[in-house]
């Protein structure tokens, strides 16, 4: 076996180094995050113009985490429905400050996306979205059934919006990141077709996968 780190290997989950969960903590991470991923605001329109639409959207975000990516959704797109999933109340706490009046638009559900049940009685969407967020399954082997438990909650037609690092020569924690070539294989895998790359910087990719289930129309421009 590959070892990473301690007793480690690379078939083991990684442990959660961050407490998400804790305020203090979770503002500390924004601001690092603000600081050594600048580009960030970028992939924020990239998720902006794959939502045109002609009609109002419903939208879940997976891993909502401070509002950031919601705030620009809410501003620059027709949104019908918003819902915020995070594991962190500390986290919705913080997105609801930031957020201010626009938060009155966002229904925050506290679910861990790491738990099997974590899509029951959501409902339907047409667009899901998550950046900087699928790693936290804690194993790139995690990374299929977290899209395909999406994909249950994605209408016919709809689309999912996945962002995330990859695999390169100076990544740390290698057991949390698959290759680039492999984000899009994940997608396609977990039943999403017509996967095309959206945006790219700083060793992150935005994908955009279709529901393969497709409706007479397409909820999504």
Same mark, same amino acid.
């Given at each position: 076996? $590959? %070892?990473?780190s301690g007793? =480690?290997t690379?078939?083991?989950d990684?442990p959660? %180094?961050?407490?998400?969960r804790?305020?203090?903590t979770a503002r500390a991470?924004i601001?690092?995050?603000?600081v050594?991923?600048?580009?960030?605001p970028?992939f *924020?329109?990239?998720f902006?113009?794959?939502?045109t639409s002609?009609?109002?959207l419903r &939208?879940?975000?997976?891993g909502s985490?401070?509002?950031?990516?919601?705030r620009? &959704?809410?501003?620059h797109?027709?949104?019908?429905?918003y819902?915020a999933?995070? *594991?962190?109340p500390a986290m919705?706490a913080i997105?609801?400050?930031?957020l201010g =009046?626009?938060?009155?638009?966002?229904t925050?559900e506290t679910?861990d *996306?790491?738990e099997?049940?974590?899509?029951?009685?959501?409902g339907q *969407?047409?667009? &899901?979205?998550t950046?900087q967020?699928a790693?936290? $399954?804690r194993?790139?082997?995690?990374?299929?059934?977290? !899209?395909?438990?999406?994909?249950?909650?994605c209408a016919?037609?709809?689309i999912?919006l996945?962002?995330?690092h990859?695999?390169?020569p100076e $990544?740390k924690?290698?057991? !949390?990141?698959?290759?680039r070539?492999?984000?899009p294989a994940?997608?396609?895998?977990?039943?999403f077709?017509?996967?095309q790359?959206?945006y790219e910087e700083?060793?992150m990719?935005?994908w955009c996968?279709t529901?393969?289930?497709?409706?007479?129309?397409?909820?999504?421009?």
């Amino acid at each position: 076996m $590959t %070892r990473t780190s301690g007793d =480690e290997t690379e078939e083991d989950d990684v442990p959660i %180094r961050v407490d998400f969960r804790d305020t203090a903590t979770a503002r500390a991470w924004i601001e690092d995050t603000r600081v050594r991923r600048p580009y960030r605001p970028r992939f *924020f329109a990239a998720f902006c113009k794959a939502l045109t639409s002609t009609k109002p959207l419903r &939208i879940l975000e997976l891993g909502s985490g401070p509002g950031q990516l919601a705030r620009e &959704i809410l501003v620059h797109c027709e949104v019908k429905k918003y819902v915020a999933l995070d *594991f962190s109340p500390a986290m919705h706490a913080i997105a609801t400050e930031y957020l201010g =009046e626009l938060a009155s638009r966002v229904t925050f559900e506290t679910r861990d *996306f790491r738990e099997p049940t974590w899509p029951y009685d959501l409902g339907q *969407f047409d667009a &899901i979205v998550t950046l900087q967020a699928a790693h936290e $399954t804690r194993h790139k082997r995690h990374l299929v059934s977290l !899209l395909e438990r999406a994909r249950a909650c994605c209408a016919p037609g709809g689309i999912l919006l996945y962002a995330d690092h990859y695999l390169t020569p100076e $990544t740390k924690l290698t057991a !949390l990141s698959p290759t680039r070539d492999d984000q899009p294989a994940a997608l396609a895998r977990a039943g999403f077709v017509d996967v095309q790359l959206c945006y790219e910087e700083g060793n992150m990719a935005l994908w955009c996968g279709t529901n393969s289930t497709v409706e007479a129309s397409n909820p999504v421009g």
